[in-house]
Nanobody
Framework: QVQLVESGGGSVQDGGSLRLSCASSTYRRLAWFRQAPGKEREGVASIGSDGTTEYSYSVKGRFTIYRDNPKNTLYLQMNSLKPEDTSMYYC???????????????????WGQGTQVTVSS
């Protein structure tokens, strides 16, 4: 069973920055999702094997997803964090070769355990 392991979460002040990391095997499509208590899982950012990216409207311009293929590591650089970004963040990987990038949870087959991000005002 391939595992994804997230790290880098923590607590920051409003306007602060964090970088999340996800140790992963080589997958075509990788993404970050988040889920707050009582809310549905939300796609944050996705990256395809060719480097194409997609972001949710709420984080576009503040978050950057990128991958280091030789290290099999996915990153999410989060800048200008807001209290509404507080959530559990999950790394996800998808095998379907016909999908480039996606923010739909159903397009992903493997999930990490999550890392908590808390932004205080």
């Amino acid at each position: 069973q391939v595992q994804l392991v997230e790290s880098g979460g923590g607590s920051v002040q409003d306007g602060g920055s964090l970088r999340l990391s996800c140790a992963s095997s080589t997958y075509r499509r990788l993404a970050w999702f988040r889920q707050a208590p009582g809310k549905e899982r939300e796609g944050v950012a996705s990256i395809g094997s060719d480097g194409t990216t997609e972001y949710s409207y709420s984080v576009k311009g503040r978050f950057t997803i990128y991958r280091d293929n030789p290290k099999n590591t996915l990153y999410l650089q989060m800048n200008s964090l807001k209290p509404e970004d507080t959530s559990m963040y999950y790394c996800a990987a998808g095998r379907n070769p016909w999908i480039g990038v996606s923010l739909l949870p159903s397009d992903y087959d493997v999930w990490g355990q999550g890392t908590q991000v808390t932004v205080s005002s």
